[in-house]
């Protein structure tokens, strides 16, 4: 069975840092992919960044690029999203996401398993 646990969400001040963890089984680790999505109220579910867990290439969102970075660590079965320079507007819930796609297709029709979220607060 195929199971995600994210981690990692708290509140943090404008400029501030978080790391989410994303704790996986179920699946071989070293195939497809993981990806990080946000969901902010009124809004729709976005994808964040995601990672291929075969040779760690990655993609992020525009909302991110230059502030965020995924990783992977395969001995652990984890995918990290570590999250720097944080705005307000990147309060939301954020989830992790299974998918056998490409790395590039970070939307999340693309993702058939799904990990609870972790709420990220970024106060002003």
């Known amino acids: 069975e195929v199971q995600l646990q994210a981690s990692g969400g708290g509140l943090v001040q404008v400029g501030g840092s978080l790391r989410l963890s994303c704790a996986t089984s179920?699946?071989?680790?070293?195939?497809?992919?993981i990806g990080w999505f946000r969901q902010a109220p009124g809004k729709e579910r976005e994808g964040v960044s995601c990672i291929s867990l075969n040779d760690g290439r990655a993609y992020y969102a525009d909302s991110g690029t230059g502030r965020f970075t995924i990783s992977a660590d395969n001995a652990k079965s984890t995918v990290y999203l570590q999250m720097n320079r944080l705005k307000p507007e990147d309060t939301a819930v954020y989830s992790c996401a299974y998918g056998n796609g490409d790395y590039y297709n970070c939307h999340p029709d693309e993702y058939d398993y799904w990990g609870q979220g972790t709420q990220v607060t970024v106060s002003s």
């Open positions: 179920g699946f071989t680790f070293d195939d497809y992919v």
